[in-house]
């Protein structure tokens, strides 16, 4: 393809995804009124929360694995077509446990959909245009993620909690329809063998640690109904490592993993993302519950958050050829550090504008961290893995914010149960505050050099003298 049809693929690929995030951004609100409307008390929120994280999660590097194999187009045409039909479940769903299904269907179209835009921006662009286009990338998924609860509680409040899904099943259409005739048919590599094993495993292993802050939730850390979950997910893993090891074309890129291009900046990720997620539900259950705020103050706080991470990402992609990747990242997990901190003096009195401007800096830095990630993790991945480097990185991402913000959720309802309801967020804070300033510490094993990145004076300066010394 040429360059304008690469660029416009692009944003017709963007378009699609999304409207595919601003769906799955859509369903919390509307939680309370489905459960009275199947006169369910509140705790079986867990089982539709469980079953779209099992959906979103569980079958990315399955998704990943088969883009590389079958092609983008059939995996990002597959996952509009669930998004329809998971979102028109729900709607009119006869029982309960349909509208979980049809949940568990809606976030399985979000595994198939949302990663691919960072899997086409590491084949299709080069080297020196991946941080602007993982920058516009970001854009476009934080305005989804921004749009999709304030239109939600909208629909919502005024024509019921099923329109809104009604809506999310025409938008599944529409991008359909984006993806069928904006996005090329790339065929992929075709593989002798299905990864059965590694589909299995990874599913269980994933499974498992969902559920378990859910059990922790449930019935407290002390009774340890979480301990099987816990058994599930560790032998899991082991025996994924051992079956992963075994296949010529892995559903995971074991050998890829242990590079520095990957493991390092996906540790700082799992740190970051846990920490960003779970301010998001605790500030959100300090305000409502501690302050006695409306939940209209916690929509206005979650505009600054996600309004700065959508801009971040859009100048962080034009940064990354003006400033070494480790300062980037080294600026982001620092302002992290200063948002969380923030929290950790706040107070009953605290005033709105304060926690609006922490909001602020916690998504300026998460929104700086995205692009610079996501550009060193496919640094160095082969062409023809790039689905499953891609999808596995976005699977770790989402299992770090969904397992942080439960345990985060865990953390602050100890403090509070010693009967400081008050002081329970800014201890929790505190403790988030320590956890996020260990991200620096994995910063040294970052590489220096990430091509088409900025690359530090004293480097340039070794490249030019190791040219000068090559013979004529």
Known sequence: MGEKSVRKSFHFLCLGILLVVFAEATHIP????????????????????????????????????????????????????????????????????????????????????????????????????????????????????????????????????????????????????????????????????????????????????????????????????????????????????????????????????KTKNFWAPSAIAVIMFMSFSSVMYVLTFFVQSVQGKSSTVVGLLQFPLFLTMALANIVSGRLMSKISTRKLIGSSIGLLVVGVGMLSIAKMDTPFLYLFLSMSIIGTAIGMVGPVVKSVIVSKASPTRLGVVSFTYITIENVASRVGASFALVTFALFAAGGNAVGALSSTALLLTIFTACAFLFLVFIPKRIEGNYQETEDLAEQTEAVETIPL
Not at 42 to 52: K, R, T
Not at 187 to 201: E, I, N, P, W, Y
Not at 225 to 238: E, Q
Request: hydrophobic share 55%; with cysteine; net charge positive.
């Open 30 to 257: 509307a939680y309370p009124k489905m459960l009275e409307h199947f006169q369910l008390g509140a705790g079986y929120s867990v089982y539709m929360q469980l079953g779209f994280a099992l959906g979103l999660t569980g079958f990315q590097p399955l998704m990943g694995w088969l883009s590389d194999t079958l092609g983008q187009k059939i995996v990002i045409l597959f996952g509009a077509a669930l998004l329809t039909i998971g979102s028109l479940l729900i709607a009119i769903a006869p029982a309960f446990w349909v509208l979980v299904l049809g949940l568990f269907l809606k976030g399985f179209s979000g595994a198939a959909v949302i990663p691919s835009g960072v899997s086409f921006v590491a084949k299709y662009f080069s080297y020196e245009k991946r941080g602007k286009t993982m920058g516009i990338y970001g854009f476009y998924t934080v305005i989804g993620g921004l749009a999709g609860p304030i239109l939600s509680g909208i629909f919502v409040d005024r024509l019921g909690w099923n329109s809104i899904f009604f809506l999310c099943s025409l938008l599944g259409v529409v991008a359909l329809l984006l993806f069928a005739f904006g996005v090329p048919n790339i065929k992929g590599v075709k593989s002798a063998s299905f990864d059965f094993l590694g589909v299995l495993f990874v599913f269980l292993l994933l499974g498992g640690l969902l559920s378990i802050p859910t059990f922790i939730n449930n019935y407290g850390l002390s009774s340890w109904m979480w301990v099987p979950a816990f058994i599930i997910s560790l032998v899991s893993f082991l025996l994924l490592l051992l079956v992963e090891k075994r296949q010529k074309k892995p559903l995971l890129d074991i050998e890829y993993a």
